[in-house]
Nanobody
Framework: QVHLVESGGGLVQPGGSLRLSCATS????????LSWFRQAPGKEREIISC????????YYQDSVKGRFTISRDDAKNTVYLQMSSLSPGDTAVYYC???????????????????????WGQGTQVTVSS
């Protein structure tokens, strides 16, 4: 069973940085897309960055491109999200996801590929405020 534990969130001032971690277990790490999502109050969960399972292509949502960096440590089965130049608009609960490639149904895109995410961790709160 997929198990995901996010950590590293907190309160940070605008312009600051945080590094989120997601420890994973219960699945073959390199067979899944590894992704970060966020959900702000009153909004739907959105995917902000991912690493494709096929070619390890890395993708970012436009709003975080150039500020956030996703990475993975295969030895530790952990995925990271380095966030910099944070603004109040980045305030949200951040979740990591392990996605299986699908043809249809309910999915998120990671690059050109579709992935289904069935399991979620508890998330980690990121609050950007002065």
């Amino acid at each position: 069973q997929v198990h995901l534990v996010e950590s590293g969130g907190g309160l940070v001032q605008p312009g600051g940085s945080l590094r989120l971690s997601c420890a994973t277990s219960g699945f073959t790490f390199d067979k899944y897309a590894l992704s970060w999502f966020r959900q702000a109050p009153g909004k739907e969960r959105e995917i902000i960055s991912c690493i494709s399972s096929r070619d390890r292509g890395i993708y970012y949502q436009d709003s975080v491109k150039g500020r956030f960096t996703i990475s993975r440590d295969d030895a530790k089965n952990t995925v990271y999200l380095q966030m910099s130049s944070l603004s109040p608009g980045d305030t949200a609960v951040y979740y990591c996801g392990a996605g299986q490639e699908v043809e249809g149904g309910s999915y998120y895109y990671c690059g050109p590929l579709k992935y289904e995410y069935d399991d979620w961790g508890q998330g980690t709160q990121v609050t950007v405020s002065s």
